[in-house]
């Protein structure tokens, strides 16, 4: 079966004249540019909120919300210095820490919690956190680089029984790469976390080959990125990979389409799962997946459109090349239920990506926005 691709809507301009200079986007109801069975009920119930984390010298990226005792909401979130611009997350980034009342801010910085070690897998980058409270205690996964190159990409974590620390760090990654020829032989990165409803804990991860990253190049992308899912009886492993992995592929589809970013939950009986689209759809819009058991997802749908559908924005300067498109999903719940989503979306006033968060409202409020 073929994704459809078929949009049937012409699309409407979003650069508008006004005295010889451009002035902002307006807002477009990307619905239409879509068929009506490709959009989840989850993408109409998306309130935008607005941007969050804007520092005028740091790119932001990454943003993995909990709340505390108290009800406020913690950020853990990818930082690194605009001066080595958007590719400056490989080599040179760190997991920063903000706390506000309300999701949507503002936030208070509370300073660096995760920066590169010297002598271990994170030891040029920190990225990718993901934050769970399992047991009154905070697990902050995330991905680290040796050397600042792709092929480095290992899972980590780090934990503490505070959501103000002081964070301990695992020496080894949680899951290495498979062997040399296997569908996982070169990265393991950008995780994905659950505390399986049935004991146990699971791991998804995103992975692509070696010989198709270094050989394969379709459309400026390369190799194909798949997601797989270990399994483990312990938070700290080890993990085990399932033996009919990869549990999500697009590659099937031709032209190269793919995945990353997935942030997966388990809500009133179901396994749900958010994820950036690489081509399935188009490059623009987020996936919603469902699941009965978690290890087959099937066809996903919208789980977010484009930034013009929700708010108004300058035209994109020229060095930012994912302006207008949200990526790195992650979920607040509320009470075993979405309340928020976080995402990060380049733009912003100091030009670099900042966050971005959603209101996820109730069903019987939806058809927003």
């Not at 903000?98 to 919690?113: C, I, K, L, R, S």
């Not at 020829?181 to 976390?193: L, M, R, S, V």
Request: some cysteine; hydrophobic content about 30%; charged content about 20%.
């Amino acid at each position: 079966m073929k994704p459809m691709l078929s949009f049937g809507s012409i699309f409407i301009s979003l650069l508008f004249l006004h005295a010889g200079r451009p002035v902002a986007a307006q807002i477009v109801d990307r619905t239409k540019d879509y068929p009506s069975e490709a959009v989840s009920s989850f993408s109409e119930r998306l309130e935008p909120l607005g941007r969050i984390l804007e520092e005028e010298n740091y790119y932001v990226w990454c943003c993995a919300p909990v709340w505390d005792d108290s009800g406020r909401v913690h950020v853990f979130y990818s930082r690194w210095e605009k001066q080595y611009g958007m590719g400056g997350w490989i080599g040179r980034c760190e997991i920063a820490h903000a706390v506000a009342d309300t999701p949507e801010g503002p936030y208070e910085q509370a300073g660096v919690v995760l920066m590169p070690r010297s002598g271990y897998f994170d030891a040029r980058t920190c990225h990718n956190p993901s934050i769970y409270r399992i047991d009154n205690r905070y697990w902050l996964f995330y991905m680290g680089t040796s050397d600042g190159r792709f092929g480095t990409k290992r899972i980590g974590y780090a934990v503490a029984d505070s959501s103000w620390g002081p964070w301990e760090r695992c020496s080894q990654p949680l899951l290495l790469p498979g062997e040399p020829g296997e569908w996982d032989d070169y990265i393991t990165t950008n995780p994905a976390f659950l505390e399986h409803p049935e004991g146990g804990y699971w791991l998804y991860y995103k992975f692509c080959n070696r010989h198709e990253y270094q050989n394969q190049r379709i459309d400026g992308i390369s190799g194909n990125r798949k997601y797989g899912v270990a399994f483990a009886e312990n938070i700290t492993g080890p993990y085990h990979r399932y033996e009919k992995n990869p549990v999500v592929d697009f590659s099937g589809y031709g032209e190269n389409r793919q995945v990353e970013d997935a942030y997966i939950w388990y809500e009133a009986g179901k396994f749900k799962m958010l994820m950036r689209d690489m081509g399935f759809y188009d490059h623009t819009v987020g996936l919603y997946f469902e699941s009965e058991d978690g290890l087959n997802w099937g066809i996903p749908q919208i789980g977010w459109f484009g930034a013009d559908h929700y708010f108004e924005q300058p035209p994109g300067p020229k060095h930012l090349s994912r302006y207008g498109r949200f990526e790195r999903p992650q979920i607040l719940m509320k009470e075993r239920s979405p309340a928020y989503l976080f995402c990060t979306t380049q733009g912003g006033s100091a030009e670099t990506s900042s966050g971005f968060v959603f209101k996820i409202l109730l069903e019987s409020e939806g058809n927003h926005p």
